[in-house]
């Protein structure tokens, strides 16, 4: 099938969305969590095909990603199950108003339509995305790469089926076959078939989207994020906070890549700070003054437009927050930033002044997720300002309509 | 000044907009509301020279558009004081979550930042659209038409001497002297400058924007609407409807392009119809059956895909609600549609499966507009689903953060 009879189907299954009542929907989503575990044999069988295929040819920390095992299935069952318990967020009266000539006006949540994601060789965002769309009540294209595409097929071959026995329309989850670099491309191109497509990977794939997209896109991910560790933070704190948001988990988009550090405390804190990203060893690139402080790495010209997903941190002493807040403004990629500080004012001015998704006061970066903001899932974190920003649950899958009923009014 | 040193400008101004107070934003706007009138004199000139400009090359509708006078320049001058009156979106806290970890999370509207509009030939829209950025935050960039210029030009003059004089950031309000198609594709492919893009104007240039942009863009304005005449309908009252959005002002996009007739009630209803509306007469094309019944002109291949705004209307005989809904599915912009029905099942269901911005029971369309839904004003009317979609107010000119408050949280 193309890739253009496949976004017909998905937008002939979301014209049926008014039809899934919350109880449909969550009986469905018990069997797609059953059919993965039923059909483990058959979705490891096709994983082990993607993976002899990505032998010798993807680094090992993809092969890792693109592994599934026994328990792994199990875990993206117990996804599924836990969006479940979600509530459905569709049909929610958000606004309700009578007005002075009778009409009465509902503003009525409702699914976004078509959701297209292009992602790359992660099996398990397959489920994910599959379940989070269907339980908003969208219909989804799932356009894997092209390293998981026997894994994926699998595991939407027993989605799929699922649907089909719970009596719902199976093209609500479809997978291209294709995944060449022009199906990614017809997605991108698919006016009036997605409603919103989302890009989850790395830069590259998002960049691509935002060039080259012209149906409503949302621009996911990149986190180039900050901690400013003004004169008056609390020392022992901000050594725990810097430690955690840079190391706990390097590779994931709100860990922090760059440390600014007030001038007045810079002598005495970026010593402790050396010391203490010592283990695991974190590598500190830089600027001039920091650089006169502690020595090691001087940061070069880009040092600080990098996200380096890595046990990197880019180091640079501000005069003071303003100048924290407009180095911020000049080098964020608008998804989190922290200013650690004692001072009321200055925490004041940091979240009213800086423009990113999530700005924390005296806390990690590493918060910004959809499961620790209380969502419950997580299909991504936007980073532009149109939509939905920071962590998107189901509400930001949705969109809203306005009912409007009368008994004969005329303007 | 090139555009690319404006979209740098409005960018820094944008940065500007957390040290903005409600009370400061009204006092500037009363500012530009005075101002305007205060340069009258100097805008009429302006205007003057555009319409000598564009006599013999503009149609006359168009002249009508562009052309100022003191009447209008004073219904300028009181939009921006309606907008005065409107509450400030900005600062409000959405949700509020303290989490188990003692992180309070404080979801908070903040301005979008800039917001790029590019419109056609009426200066009015140059003050408008200035006033609502403002109110909600944003610096705009007011990409107008070249037939326009000098007015728009004289209009912004006045804007900014205002904000200037209020002690605001001038270049919260910006209009390019270039008016070239390059200009507007500088807007489009602004990525990192511009926030929203809204083009407001005909199916041409919001088709440009859509195919175009690569700054997030809302789809606009155009409208085939729908009202479709149940069996059940009561048929004094569908004629005053059908005639009300037919005729009451068919040059925008509210207005009705399509009747679809149940089979059951099209020979009693259809010549009603046409009495009705012969005065103002209207051209009705008929598909077969309505042909048959009415005679007069047959519909073409693009009668039931086309926004006519004008004296014409489509008309199509359906076997059912069911057949409503999916030609609506097929042939509709996502704008407005009515059912006309007695019958509540067919109404709820109709409600339901119509996915488009403003869906009626018993009234006309004409009353998707941001004052008639009690917004106050309306930017424009979004038929995309991402964002924000009907009306456009101050909110829909707003997005959000999370500001995260703790003490020494990691994760």
């Known amino acids: 099938m193309t890739i253009q009879d496949i976004l017909i189907r998905a937008k002939a299954a979301s014209r049926e969305s008014a039809t899934l009542t919350t109880?449909?929907?969550?009986?469905?989503?018990?069997?797609m969590a059953a059919a993965l575990e039923e059909n483990a044999d058959e979705i490891l069988q096709a994983n082990a095909t993607d993976l002899a295929n990505a032998k010798g040819v993807l680094p090992d920390v993809m092969l890792d990603r693109l592994r599934l095992d026994e328990k792994r299935i199990r875990a993206m069952a117990q996804g599924i199950r836990d969006v479940v318990a979600l509530p459905d967020p569709v049909g929610t009266v958000l606004e309700s108003n009578r007005l002075p000539n009778g009409l009465t006006v509902q503003k009525t949540r409702v699914p976004l339509g078509v959701i297209g994601i292009i992602y790359e060789s992660r099996p398990n965002v397959t489920s994910d995305a599959a379940a989070l769309c269907f339980k908003s009540g969208n219909a989804c294209v799932l356009r894997g790469g092209k390293d998981a595409y026997f894994s994926s097929a699998a595991i939407v071959k027993a989605l799929r089926a699922a649907l089909k026995k719970t009596g719902v329309?199976?093209?609500?989850?479809?997978?291209?076959?294709?995944?060449?670099?022009?199906?990614?491309?017809?997605m991108m191109t698919a006016v009036g078939y997605i409603d919103a497509l989302i890009p989850r990977g790395g830069a590259g794939l998002i960049r691509s989207c935002v060039e080259n997209a012209k149906v409503p896109c949302i621009q996911t991910g990149t986190g180039i994020c900050h901690i400013f560790v003004d004169e008056t933070a609390d020392v022992e704190k901000a050594l725990t906070i810097v430690h955690n948001a840079k190391t706990s988990r390097p590779s994931v988009c709100n860990a922090a890549e760059v440390c600014l550090v007030h001038e007045k405390i810079a002598a005495a804190f970026l010593p402790k700070l050396k010391a203490k990203l010592s283990d695991p060893a974190v590598e500190l690139r830089c600027d001039e003054k920091a650089y006169e402080i502690i020595g090691g790495v001087q940061a070069g010209e880009n040092d600080f437009d990098t996200e380096f997903l890595d046990y990197i941190m880019a180091v640079k002493v501000v005069k003071d927050v303003d100048e924290a807040i407009a180095h911020i403004a000049a080098h964020s990629t608008g998804h989190s930033e922290s200013i650690l500080t004692e001072n009321e004012t200055n925490a004041d001015k940091f979240t009213r002044a800086v423009d990113s998704a999530a700005v924390y006061v005296n806390a990690s970066t590493r918060f910004t997720d959809g499961g620790e903001f209380g969502k419950g899932c997580e299909i991504g974190i936007s980073t532009q300002?149109?939509?939905a920003r920071g962590p998107m649950g189901l509400e930001e899958l949705t969109s809203y309509k306005y009912i409007v009923r009368g008994n004969g009014q005329i303007r």
Chains 1, 2 share one sequence.
């Open 385 to 387: 300002k149109l939509h």
């Open 23 to 31: 109880q449909l929907k969550n009986t469905a989503l018990n069997n």
């Open 169 to 186: 329309n199976e093209d609500f989850v479809n997978l291209p076959q294709d995944t060449s670099r022009e199906s990614a491309t017809a």
